[in-house]
């Protein structure tokens, strides 16, 4: 049978994947790091028993938590990622042509290190000119930043360990100034099957603070239940308002215009989160 | 740790369950049937190391199978339902007042009996009056039909065991001959994350077969990948021009008639396969 690596999504049920070898395995100052070498998603980056991102399936989260908030914004500029160390983000967020400066704040430097060296495809991004990278801790950084950004997008972990913080009213009260008068911010909130009172109160505490607030999905089959959910704050775009003129060419693989509408139609038990 | 059970969706991924305890372990005549009782997702069916159902997710694939096309048609009277034994299908069929009779052919009487005695929430309506039960061979049941039903739905395993001859364009020439002049029909066709060469083969068949051919996608936890697919060929009416005023108000959980419209909205690698 060989070696094989099992996420518990939830105390009852989990996934497993066959390993051709480990490399590497790093308590940081925040987290346990895992990088396996998978047989079928390629290589797998895993923070505190949890999968974060894998080659083969990695394009669904970072296209869909970039794209639909950057073809909502007119002219996205300045665009501020926080957490996303592997690079994903970044790399998609780069693919718009009007972004003159895209900022990553990871709390973690090793997530950054092992990315680099593990998982080039994703993180290679990161050395373009148009990107600062910065390790510091996402929430203080947000909370000293004012009208700075067109776009945020929080790229966190689950909320546990260093992500806690992510998940707070304080968190996207800090956002909602951060932003310029015209910003958009996303975040990723877990998924509907195992998580759905996440899902009601985020949506609910960044309701309060935006003027549109709305909530989309992808699958991702390596997240818990493969049904993934993104948040979306704005302050005055709306996403199922764009025109098609909008949509520039940019090449993806799970991203399309389509698809920027058909993501916000949520599935009855989904929708029923949001009411 | 208790004991779990595992279905490798590939050689190298799968996922894994809390057992409770396993209710049956049947050698049926086609197949391998195994009830288990999941910490999870209830009650599970498995076939052959197969999750074909759980009750608490089998809503998204019973609803998504059968209320997609019964929309879509604008007066179903007659439906017949090849494979599905457990009666998720069933169940969704008959929420359609329009429906005269619903004719469940199962080649595994096993199935049948097993699923009445552990899964009632699921295979209840299988009492119903509207119902038609025959354990026969769909293949051949097809064949030997003609002109005869409004929707036809395709509820297989996957395309090892008694379901091989279900996968050919055989079969979707018979399912066309079997239905009226403006008939539908729609089969599950797996996933298109281990499955893409499946996908595109039945999409093709049924292309050449059928004036419209669709694909449109769900999300099922339990199904390998998360994201199952899902191919209709229909004589005349087309999926994205059902007026709103055909949807009547049934109680679903996922299916929504704005779902209606973006199930057929493909992520790009998906999208790709039809073209």
């Known amino acids: 049978m060989g070696i094989w690596f099992t996420e518990k999504q939830t105390a009852n049920f989990g996934i497993t994947a066959k390993i051709k070898q480990t490399l590497a395995t790093v308590k940081t100052d925040f987290q ?8 079928e998603w390629g290589n797998m ?52 042509k009007s972004v003159e400066k895209a900022t990553l704040v990871e709390v973690d430097g090793k997530v950054l290190e092992y990315s680099k060296k593990y998982l080039p495809t994703i993180a290679g991004a990161l050395d373009d000119d148009r990107v600062e990278v910065k390790v510091d801790d996402g929430f203080m950084y947000i909370a000293n930043s004012k009208r700075e950004f067109d776009v945020i997008l929080v ?5 546990v360990g260093p992500a806690v913080s992510l998940f707070t009213q304080g968190f996207y009260t800090g956002i909602h100034k951060a932003l310029k008068d015209d910003g958009i911010f996303v975040a990723q909130t877990d998924n509907p099957w195992f998580k759905a009172d996440l899902i009601r109160q ?34 005055i775009h709306h996403p199922l308002k764009v025109k098609k003129e909008r949509f520039t060419d940019i090449e993806t693989n799970y991203y399309t215009s389509e698809l920027h509408y058909a993501c916000f139609a949520l599935p009855k038990f989904v929708k029923d989160l949001t009411e």
Chains 1, 2 share one sequence.
């Open 32 to 39: 346990e790091l895992e990088m396996i070498q998978t047989e």
């Open 45 to 96: 980056l895993v923070l505190d028993d949890m999968v974060m991102t894998t080659e083969k399936d990695e394009f669904v989260y970072h296209e869909m938590v970039a794209h639909v908030p950057l073809f909502t914004h007119p002219n996205p500029k300045k665009v501020l990622v926080v957490g996303g160390g592997d690079g994903g983000v970044i790399r998609e967020v780069l693919k718009h």
């Open 155 to 159: 790229d966190s972990t689950e909320p």
């Open 202 to 235: 985020v949506y609910n505490d960044v309701g309060e603070i935006f003027s549109v607030t709305t909530l989309y999905t992808a699958n991702i089959p390596t997240y818990p239940s493969g049904l993934w959910t993104f948040t979306m704050g704005s302050k």
